[in-house]
């Protein structure tokens, strides 16, 4: 049995099995959204980076209660001068989306990354035009900060974001794993 076990759905970290899916995901521009920067990448280079492996960011996959791998919710860190600032990230398959397993994934890493880091604080950023992911956000106890103002690249264009965050005395205990 894993640590990371929701009602819905599992979080698992990435395996090496997993690599061809998780480098066919990061290709296509269907599961990344409309609202993510588009990216190609070989699947030599994902395996790469799996085999050199880095603490700063870390994939998993999130999985049905049948098994089925519906999509990816990462963590990694922001290097800045004052700290390390921790982030997460996360896309579903379309055909998974609006069943509320974003919304528990989120929460399953949120609980996880307060249970298991010495963080105070997690933040995620959006496109202002991805309402889904703002929801999401929302519902897993986010608070919104502000706008970032043309701060993504995306299809040609700079992009304004949003910025969350939940700070640890918001969270105040886990909300699905509780009993890790
Ligand atoms: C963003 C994403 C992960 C959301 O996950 P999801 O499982 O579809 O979301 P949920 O089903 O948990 O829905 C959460 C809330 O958002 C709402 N929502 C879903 N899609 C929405 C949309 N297109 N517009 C507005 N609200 C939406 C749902 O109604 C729900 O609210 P409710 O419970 O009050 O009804 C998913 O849409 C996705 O993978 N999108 C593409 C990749 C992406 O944009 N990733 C985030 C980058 S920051």
Avoid at 115 to 132: F, G
Wanted: glycine content about 8%; some cysteine; overall charge neutral.
């Amino acid at each position: 049995m894993g640590l990371l076990e929701g009602k819905n759905v599992n979080l698992r970290v990435v395996e090496k099995e997993d690599l061809p899916l998780f480098a066919e995901w990061l290709n296509s521009p269907e599961v990344f959204g409309e609202y993510n920067p588009l990216r190609q990448v070989s699947k030599t280079e994902v395996e790469k980076d799996f085999e050199k492996g880095t603490i700063e960011i870390t994939d998993f996959i999130i999985e049905k209660k049948d098994g089925n791998k519906i999509g990816f919710i990462c963590h990694f860190v922001l290097l800045h001068p004052a700290g390390k600032i921790l982030e997460i990230g996360y896309s579903l398959v379309p055909s998974e989306r609006g069943k509320g397993y974003g919304t528990e994934a989120v929460k399953i890493m949120v609980d996880y990354l307060f249970l298991s880091r010495e963080t105070m604080r997690i933040q995620a950023c959006t496109d202002t035009r991805n309402l889904a992911s703002q929801k999401v956000l929302e519902k897993a106890g986010f608070k919104k900060e502000g706008i970032m103002r043309q701060y993504l690249f995306m299809r040609g264009q700079q992009r304004d974001a949003c910025l969350y965050s939940i700070l640890r005395e918001e969270w105040k205990e886990p909300k699905i794993l509780t009993k890790p």
